[in-house]
């Protein structure tokens, strides 16, 4: 249908100076009306549609997955979810595939989800995994996707050994043993930021399957529109091989989306070469429904694997106040250069120290552009901020810089392994949000995910339930504290919408019901505002209209 009408629903725009509906016209690719049914004075040509009183919401979007990540773990090695008791077991059920795919099959072994916690044991290291498969690169990835374990033969084929350069103060790395020798233990995946994998699979004469693959790309993304999500801002992407793959979905009709990614910068040393790619591809790939017009930064590490930068130093070290991988300075200088070349960043980070040097180095920034005439204009966006102390909860909002937070962390299915390095005090206080919301700030929400095993997780209204319980799905799951930390369903809501078209800078074309904005809707199997909490994760997306076109389900 190129020109109709869906009335009788019970319609939440996001639009702020009209939250409420009960009818919506479209045309082609456009809102025409939304508002009272008895007040739309439409052409006879409209078709009309009852949707029975069922409740209407814009699409959702997600400002922070990793969309290319999870299309390359579908040809990995998923471990069973189990109780292994030791990475000893983790390694005999690897070695068993090992064993069934010879390397002439599988030359190179990927493996995950391994527990962190089991790869804590002091004898984890790569002479320990060469026990088990030597003949082959092997790798075992934690759960979090921020620890590898990696066999000698990896090493030798990304030629990584004493003489790579290793910098402790920095989260992402390849740990040593004494004599600057590689132990096989890998933080925040080093072995891609840095590109030495390229150099394995070079030799290997091998490569995996890649993102630029349509049909394997094709798989996350009817996922994702399955949960009634309209557009995706990708984590960050290492190469331009998805741009390939999103092109062609594109050209054969298939994109159901707005792709947004953006290349990662590893150092303060590679911010120009990084400014370069974004605009080599901005220039080449940018359309309709493709942007780059950002860059992605690892600030610190992960506060499960002690690497994030905090205030205070951990219970269990009282030197050590985690890792920061930029100074302020320096952060300073990357968003007075990202301004002056209006690009925008997203920055992981996840302590209470990297938060507050982000928000010291924006304000710098703004005050030295102001000075030398230029207003800021790009987007900020601190990804995570699982732990913020109460003195910066009210900045973001002066600053402007956006907030993206992953609900589903908050039910406490992540980041138990923190507890040992924070303390019980700062670990009850993580994910707290609702102060930053109620100072103005731009909160949005995100999945996240890296993996296929945690696609589920990308489903907006799972993330909507835990953000508002802080209560895992499922019988008896204890609230997380602080238990007052719980959100509002309405500014569950908002994250997954118009702030995150917001924090995209598509929110003049998506986001909310308006007219003149996208028609980019779902029709929900049930009210939200009417369900009891426990059971929003059973409210489906029935029926999703991307640009007009139904795009699942029917009408």
């Keep these: 249908m190129k020109k109709y009408i869906i009335k009788n629903s019970r319609i939440w725009t996001a639009d702020e100076k009209h939250p409420w509906a009960d009818c919506i016209a479209i045309k082609d690719k456009r809102i025409e009306y939304v508002g009272a049914y008895e007040d739309l004075n439409a052409d006879e040509d409209f078709a009309e549609v009852d949707a029975q009183g069922k409740m209407m919401i814009p699409a959702f979007l997600d400002s922070h997955t990793h969309v290319a990540a999870t299309a390359k773990t579908l040809w990995c090695l998923l471990l069973e979810k189990k109780e292994y ?37 002091s004898y984890a290291d790569r002479y320990f995994m060469d026990q088990y498969i030597s003949d082959r690169p092997v790798l075992l990835c934690d759960m979090n996707f921020h620890r590898c374990l990696v066999n000698s033969k990896m090493l030798e084929l990304m030629e990584v050994d004493e003489t790579v350069e290793y910098d ?73 091989d998805v741009f390939a793959g999103v092109k062609a979905l594109e050209n054969q009709g298939r994109l159901n989306h707005y792709y947004h990614t953006m290349p990662l910068m590893a150092s303060f040393s590679d911010l120009e070469e990084t400014i370069k790619t974004a605009k080599e591809w901005a ?55 990202l301004n002056q070349e209006s690009l925008s960043i997203q920055i992981h980070l996840v302590g209470d120290r990297s938060f507050r040097t982000a928000l010291n180095a924006v304000e710098r920034a703004q005050e030295q552009e102001r000075k030398k005439g ?18 910066d909860r009210k900045r973001a909002a002066k600053l402007g810089v956006y907030i993206n937070f992953t609900p589903i962390w908050a039910g406490g299915a992540f980041g138990d392994g923190a507890k040992k390095y924070l303390g019980g005090r700062r670990y009850n206080s993580m994910y707290s949000f609702n102060e930053v919301i109620k100072s103005g700030a731009t909160v949005n929400f995100s999945a996240d995910v890296v993996d296929e095993e945690s696609l589920p997780e990308a489903e907006p209204l799972v993330g909507i339930q835990v953000g508002h319980t802080r209560k895992e799905v499922g019988p008896e799951s204890p609230v997380r504290e602080p238990a007052d930390e719980c959100l509002s369903l309405e500014d569950l809501l908002k994250g997954y919408t118009i702030n995150n078209a917001k924090g995209m800078g598509i929110a003049d074309k998506t986001g909310s019901l308006e007219m003149g904005k996208m028609a980019n809707l779902c029709i929900l199997s049930g009210n939200l505002f009417e369900t009891p909490a426990e059971d929003i994760h059973n409210i489906k997306a029935e029926v999703v209209i991307f640009e007009g076109n139904v795009v699942r389900g029917e009408l």
């Design 85 to 121: 008791g030791s990475i000893d077991a983790v390694m005999e059920v690897v070695k068993e595939y090992a064993l069934e795919h010879p390397k002439e099959e599988a030359p190179y072994i990927y493996a995950y989800s391994c527990p962190t916690y089991l790869m804590d044991v």
């Design 168 to 240: 402790p103060s920095t989260s992402c790395n390849y740990e040593r043993f004494e004599g600057n020798i590689p132990n096989g233990i890998i933080q925040e995946r080093a072995f891609e930021f840095r590109h030495d994998i390229e150099k394995m699979f070079e030799k290997l004469n091998w490569y995996p399957p890649s993102e630029s693959d349509p049909e394997i790309l094709s798989r996350v993304f009817e996922k994702m529109t399955d949960y009634g999500i309209c557009g995706l801002h990708d984590g960050f992407s290492d190469s331009e």
């Design 283 to 337: 220039a080449k790939y940018n359309d309709d429904l493709i942007r780059v017009d950002s860059i992605k930064y690892f600030l610190d590490g992960t506060n499960e694997l002690g690497t994030g930068a905090v205030l205070e130093p951990f219970v269990n070290d009282p030197n050590n106040f985690g890792k920061i991988n930029m100074s302020e300075e320096e952060l300073t200088q990357v968003f007075e250069r």
């Design 374 to 391: 230029r207003d800021f204009t790009i987007r900020v966006t601190l990804l995570h901020c699982e732990l913020i102390h109460p003195d």
